[in-house]
């Protein structure tokens, strides 16, 4: 049975029909991208869904008992709140199925007959529930989630409502991550989240057994993370098994061969037409009359739509400067008091593609400011290459008057512009009829982003500074952006989230973290590749140091053993009469009695004692790596192993050492012979 049934929905603003008996369905673990043009209904439709707004027409069916989870866009906090207990707030019914279980439990002892039989068949239902809503280890999976999307320790006891726009928006997302939704809707979710946290959702989202409706401009994301995807086309829904470039691929084929139908159609249709014109009034006028009335009966096949509306962006011409387009020397930059990086040493060539990447807070738009000249630095220098003209993208479009339309925004940039040219210009970029009279404060970021870009491309910089330039941009406006970067000759500096972006336009990879900035050859691909064998290399260097390190403690154990026993030889052998309190007798005691053979007329040779010495340390080693086995099975429960996995793997390494010690340890003590 379906999950989620969306049937005939019809939606209309004024004049304009949003939804057009847009119908679709959704099965249980089944993930769904939603794709379509920017202001073509995707948040529309997924208000209504999410039972935000009311459709004109149609309905949406959620399977009784299911549990539909939804992103706030602006969430609120109560005052007074850590980010932990809001995050798990979001798990209030898997913890009262696990209170549940547990009282189900303790009812068991003493239940009989019928009553038993009912309360082992809740017992089984509450453990499949808890399954199902994820799990057991709610608190657990609360650090994971959190950690993940880039929410550290630091933050999980802070006030929820002193966060950033973004991390609330985090939070907001953590929690819906955690809940164990039957479906959860998803508008944006790597919005907030810098490249690690994108990367980390993809991995969680596709291990997730939960339904999820996703929307999503990160084609990386779409090819990774869902098995089908829903085209709100027209108002209506089309539906493609597979991930995105399935989709991209069905797409055209479903077009050419809905275009091959029409126009065969149309072919039949206009002979048909022929023929009654020319026979009508003839002798074959019932033959021409009898096609006629099939010739209206039959259902006309629509011309195929096949959307191809992008901006066209014309590439800049690039100013010509000099080989060197910047350098810098001993470069800080931050703030007074918290600066970011420092000693940084860059060159940049003309027209090399560089990418920066690196966690969100590490200094990325800094950076990119600082080689632009938009801010100026904490320490050392930039140096400009001759004729270096930088045109810069900012994320935020915040240099975009409000108060202005889309026509006068660009007039103040270029006032020489003609009416003409200014509408020529705006409608490569989409704005088209009364969109250029639309003031700014009104346009949707993807407009706001379209006008932005409109501005930048009129300058002829040598090289572009671009923070984010994909942001709130739709598919097909970030494929015309990737072909005019890819046609422009000068060089690209750009930091995006976008991994598919990246590794489109550029060569090399500045990385800022961890108060320094480091350059990688290549693209994102390449440099995810140089990081997974960095820390490849590091975990087997770690491995290799902890192996020769134990391996020097069993040898520096085995010389201790050894020079104790052989003082223990060197010692006076005591007399039959010694006190028994001076000998060993505990670990003799605990050993089979020693056999005495006498020789005479057997033919064996002698055997005296084994060293009741070597005897009790052989104990006493026992009881050691059984304590030592119960401490490290102990520490697989606490937060400080849990939460690390290098120190996880390392205890659970330790734990099968020490297993293996034990197992010949007790072979050899079963195995004691006189």
């Not at 369905?25 to 993930?31: F, T, V």
Request: hydrophobic share 35%; net charge neutral; aromatic share 6%.
């Amino acid at each position: 049975m379906s999950l989620l049934v969306i049937d005939g929905l019809k939606k209309h603003f004024g004049a304009q029909e949003i939804l057009r008996g847009a119908t679709a369905k959704i099965d249980p673990g089944e993930k769904v991208g939603l794709v379509g043009r920017n202001g073509g209904g995707k948040t529309t439709l997924f208000r209504i869904v999410a039972g935000e707004e009311v459709p004109d027409w149609g309905s949406v069916s959620l399977r009784r008992g299911a549990r539909l989870g939804v992103v706030p866009q602006r969430p609120v906090f109560v005052p007074g709140v850590s980010v932990r207990d809001y995050v798990g707030d979001g798990l209030k019914e898997v913890r009262k199925a696990i209170h549940d279980y547990e009282a189900c439990t303790a009812r068991m002892g003493d239940a009989q007959g019928e009553d038993l039989e009912r309360v082992m068949r809740d017992h089984d239902r509450l453990a499949a529930r808890i399954e199902e809503l994820g799990g057991w280890e709610t608190d657990r999976r609360i650090e994971v989630v959190l950690g993940g999307i880039g929410l550290p320790e630091p933050f999980w006891e802070r006030e929820a409502n002193t966060l950033s726009g973004g991390e609330k928006n985090r939070v907001a997302l953590a929690r819906e991550l955690v809940a164990g939704h039957d479906i959860l809707l998803l508008d944006e979710p790597t919005n907030h989240l810098d490249l690690e946290g994108i990367e980390w959702l993809e991995r969680y989202l596709k291990d997730l057994h939960t339904a999820i409706l996703i929307v999503s401009h990160d084609r990386r994301l779409l090819t990774n993370c869902v098995n089908r995807i829903m085209e709100l086309e027209r108002g209506e829904i089309v539906s493609y098994a597979g991930n995105y470039p399935k989709y991209l691929l069905l797409k055209q084929e479903r077009y050419d061969n809905d275009l091959r139908a029409y126009e065969s159609q149309q072919d039949l249709l206009r002979k048909e037409k022929q023929f009654i014109d020319k026979h009508m009034g003839s002798q074959r006028t019932n033959e021409a009359k009898g096609r006629q009335k099939r010739l209206e009966r039959v259902e006309k096949l629509e011309r195929p739509m096949h959307d191809v509306r992008r901006p066209m962006i014309k590439a800049p011409k690039a100013a010509r400067g000099g080989e060197e387009v910047l350098k810098t020397i001993d470069l800080a930059g931050g703030y007074v008091g918290k600066p970011l990086f420092k000693d940084v040493e860059l060159r940049v060539g003309r027209g090399q593609r560089i990418g920066i990447v690196g966690p969100n807070g590490a200094g990325k738009s800094t950076l990119l400011k600082l080689l632009a000249a938009r801010m100026e630095p904490l320490a050392g220098k930039v140096e400009r290459g001759h004729g270096a003209i930088a045109a810069y993208y900012d994320q935020d479009t915040s240099h975009l008057r409000g108060d202005h339309t889309a026509a006068e925004e660009l007039r103040r940039h270029y006032p020489g512009m003609t009416d003409q040219e200014v509408r020529d210009h705006l409608a490569r970029f989409l704005f088209r009829g009364d969109e250029i009279e639309k003031l700014v404060s009104l346009l949707s970021g993807g407009e706001r982003a379209r006008l932005s870009l409109s501005i930048l491309v009129l300058s002829e910089p040598s090289w572009f500074a671009l923070d984010e330039p994909t942001n709130h941009l739709d598919l097909a406006s970030r494929t015309a952006l990737e072909e005019m970067l890819g046609e422009f000759q000068g060089a690209i500096i750009c930091i995006s989230h976008d991994r598919a972006f990246l590794d489109g336009i550029t060569n090399t990879t500045y990385e800022v973290g961890g108060g320094r900035v480091r350059e990688y050859e290549g693209n994102y691909s390449a440099w995810r590749a140089a990081k997974d064998a960095e820390s490849s290399a590091a975990s087997d260097e770690r491995a290799k140091r902890e192996s020769t390190a134990r391996k020097a403690a069993v040898e520096a154990e085995a010389k201790r053993v050894q020079k104790e026993a052989q003082q223990q030889k060197q010692q006076p052998k005591q007399g039959a009469g010694q006190s028994q309190g001076q000998r060993p007798t505990q670990s003799l005691a605990s050993k089979p009695s020693t056999q005495q053979n006498s020789g005479s007329g057997s033919g064996n040779k002698k055997k005296g004692p084994r060293n009741p010495f070597k005897l009790e340390q052989l104990e006493q080693r026992i009881m050691k790596l059984e304590g030592e086995l119960k401490k490290l099975n102990d520490a697989l429960a606490t937060e400080a192993v849990y939460k690390d996995s290098n120190k996880l793997r390392e205890t659970q390494f330790r734990i099968a050492e020490v297993e293996l010690e034990l197992e010949s340890a007790n072979e050899e003590w079963v195995n004691w012979e006189a």
